[in-house]
């Protein structure tokens, strides 16, 4: 899916995001789920291509046709598997998806929450000036994002973070490098 505007980190650019989507089937009911990973190996040494890959021909094969009492039961049966937690939470959300499909329960439920609302935060990433940013986090600010996240990358760094503190005192603002 192309991006609006590129998604740019310490890491780099992104244009557009690539998801996988994952539908799975048990008897008369079914399910999706989407992961979502870069196209290339940037953020994590996963990428589109190889979550596409690992789950059409690794783990899909190896859990086709067998009865996951539990996530951890699935979880298992792919521990033989190192890493690709991308791919593997494709499966793993798909799999609590078609359990609240199955039982006719709200999926929070099944994880255990009592909320039906959440209030989630804003994340931007670095952006062509400071001005961009400051009317972005104001937005975000008016419609009450309870936090912030910011991207940094050398060059994009103290100068942004005491200019938006300066502008937003009360806000509460978490800063990520990615690395960088």
């Not at 995001?17 to 539908?23: D, G, Q």
């Not at 290339?40 to 094969?61: D, H």
């Not at 009492?69 to 792919?78: G, H, Q, R, V």
């Not at 975000?140 to 760094?157: C, F, M, S, T, Y």
């Amino acid at each position: 899916m192309p991006l609006l505007d590129p998604w740019v980190t310490s890491y780099g650019a992104d244009y557009e995001i690539h998801s996988i989507l994952i539908n799975v089937f048990s008897e008369n009911h079914s399910a999706w789920s989407e992961t979502c990973a870069f196209e290339f190996p940037t953020y994590s040494y996963e990428s589109a291509s190889s979550i596409f890959y690992n789950i059409s021909e690794v783990f899909g094969p190896q859990v086709i046709d067998k009865k996951f009492e539990t996530s951890e039961d699935l979880i298992n049966e792919l521990s033989i598997y190192k890493g690709n937690p991308f791919a593997k939470a494709g499966l793993d959300i798909a799999w609590w998806n078609l359990k609240s499909e199955i039982s006719n329960t709200p999926l929070h439920s099944l994880l255990g929450g009592i909320r039906k609302k959440v209030i989630a935060g804003a994340d931007f990433g670095v952006e062509k000036n400071i001005e961009t940013l400051l009317k972005k986090i104001n937005i975000a600010v008016e419609k009450k994002a309870p936090r912030i996240k910011l991207k940094v990358k050398k060059g994009w760094d103290i100068d942004v973070i005491n200019e938006v503190k300066k502008s937003f005192p009360k806000t509460i603002f978490h800063i990520d490098c990615n690395g960088g």
